[in-house]
C-alpha cells in the first residue's frame, strides 16, 4: 500500500493528509484524532486503503489545525473520545461551529458507563466501541455518511444495501 503525505505550510507540527495512489478516491474526507500512535497509525492505512482522504491528528489542538487546513473539506470526524487535554465531545462541539453538517463517530476503549458520562448517548450520535474491527469500522461510516443503508428483512435481521452510490 503507498501513502502520500502533505506536509502543512502554516502549523509547526506536520499533520499529514494521506490520500491513496493509484486507486480511484471517494470524494470524503476524514479527519481522525486518536492519540494513541499504533491505533491512529493502523486506522489511516485502513481508511486509506478504502480510499478516504485522511487528515489524522494526536490530540484536540492539532485536530483543530489540521481541520482549518482542509478548509471546510471534512465530511467526517471520526475522534477518540478521551483525548489528552479537551475531549473528543468538546472537539466535536467546537468543530460543528464551523461546519455545523459535519457528521461524527466517537470510539472509545473505556467501558460503556464511562462513555456515557461524557453524553455520547444523545439522539444522532454515533459511537464504535474499540477494538473495532476493520468490517465494523467500515460498515459504520458507509453508515454515517450515508453511503450505506441498514435495511431489517422480514426474517428481523439486518443486512447491508448500497445506496448513494
Do not use: W
Not at 41 to 67: D, I, Q
Amino acid at each position: 500500500m503507498s501513502v502520500s503525505h502533505v506536509q502543512p505550510q502554516t502549523a509547526p507540527e506536520p499533520m499529514p493528509v494521506a490520500a491513496r495512489t493509484g486507486a480511484e478516491p471517494k470524494c470524503e474526507t476524514i479527519l481522525l484524532v486518536e492519540d494513541e500512535d499504533f491505533v491512529r497509525e493502523v486506522t489511516c492505512e485502513v481508511l486509506v486503503s478504502a480510499g478516504y482522504r485522511v487528515a489524522k491528528a494526536r490530540n484536540a489542538a492539532e485536530a483543530v489545525r489540521a481541520f482549518h487546513r482542509c478548509g471546510g473539506q471534512v465530511q467526517l470526524l471520526l475522534t477518540d473520545v478521551v483525548l489528552p487535554g479537551r475531549n473528543g465531545r468538546d472537539l466535536a462541539r467546537r468543530l460543528k461551529v464551523v461546519q455545523p453538517d459535519l457528521k461524527t463517530i466517537f470510539i472509545s476503549g473505556y467501558p460503556e458507563n464511562e462513555v456515557t458520562k461524557h453524553g455520547l448517548q444523545e439522539p444522532g450520535v454515533f459511537y464504535l466501541p474499540k477494538p473495532f474491527s476493520v468490517d465494523s469500522l467500515m460498515g459504520k461510516i458507509r453508515q454515517v455518511l450515508g453511503t450505506e443503508r441498514i435495511e431489517e428483512s422480514r426474517t428481523g435481521t439486518l443486512t447491508r444495501a448500497a445506496g448513494n452510490e
